[in-house]
């Protein structure tokens, strides 16, 4: 079974610093991806980025990165240069490239950007 | 281009009712599945799809139906409503590929409210 932990319920952070957002995850899967989703106010879901467990290198897509430590078993999102408009609730998810059909959530954490 | 397009966006029921929630996507997607969010406990998977004709339960199943006719759609359905089920729904396409990279592409949600 694969588990998702997010343990920051909630982070301020200040206009223009950088935040790293806390995931862990527990799979016996030998292969895997890994997913980061964010939530504004209005509810919709956005897809951020994407790490595959075999690629070598952290993705980056723009203002984010993840920090993808396969040994800790941890895939941090980091947003770089924070702007008022990332305040929102941010998600952390895993799939299985076998048995693929599910894509399973952490409890997210609520970030708040403070001008 | 509509995406996933889930309809309605707020409902209120009573006990015992039923109802039927709507989604279509216009992406081709294999992959539909439906997930509740509910405060503290992330996105649950109730129901997916890889195709016209397959469905399968996922980790909140009870009380809830799906069909999978054509590939743009695939309806939620609650037999009779219960305020547990009290929730915002959404609904979420994507590629069915063996890598399990496809992000998923989410409706905009709607709010069910059970009295």
């Known amino acids: 079974a694969q588990k998702i932990t997010q343990t920051q319920p909630g982070m301020f952070v200040q206009e223009k610093e950088a935040v790293t957002l806390d995931c862990t995850y527990d799979?016996?899967?030998?292969?895997?991806?890994l997913f980061w989703y964010k939530q504004p106010s209005s509810g919709e879901m956005i897809f951020l980025i994407y790490q595959g467990s075999y690629d070598q290198q952290n993705a980056t897509e723009g203002r984010y990165s993840l920090n993808f430590q396969k040994a800790r078993k941890s895939a941090n999102l980091v947003i770089s240069a924070s702007q008022l408009g990332d305040s929102a609730m941010y998600f952390c998810a895993m799939s299985s490239y076998f048995g693929n059909e599910k894509l399973t959530f952490g409890t997210g954490t609520r970030l708040t950007i403070i001008p | 281009n509509a995406g996933v397009t889930q309809t309605p966006k707020f409902q209120v029921l009573k006990t015992g009712q039923s109802m039927t929630l709507q989604c279509a996507q216009d992406?081709?997607?294999?992959?539909m599945s439906w997930y509740r969010q509910d405060p503290g406990m992330g996105l649950r998977l109730i129901h997916y799809s890889v195709g016209a004709g397959i469905t399968d339960q996922g980790e909140v199943p009870n009380g809830y139906n799906v069909s999978r006719s054509t590939t743009e759609d695939f309806p939620l359905r609650l037999l009779s409503a219960a305020p547990s089920q009290t929730s915002v729904y959404f609904c979420?396409?994507?590629?069915?590929?063996?890598?399990?990279?496809?992000?998923?592409?989410f409706g905009n949600g709607t709010r069910l409210t059970v009295t």
């Open positions: 799979t016996s899967d030998p292969s895997y991806g």
């Open positions: 992406m081709n997607h294999e992959y």
């Open positions: 979420a396409s994507r590629f069915f590929l063996t890598g399990g990279e496809s992000p998923l592409h």
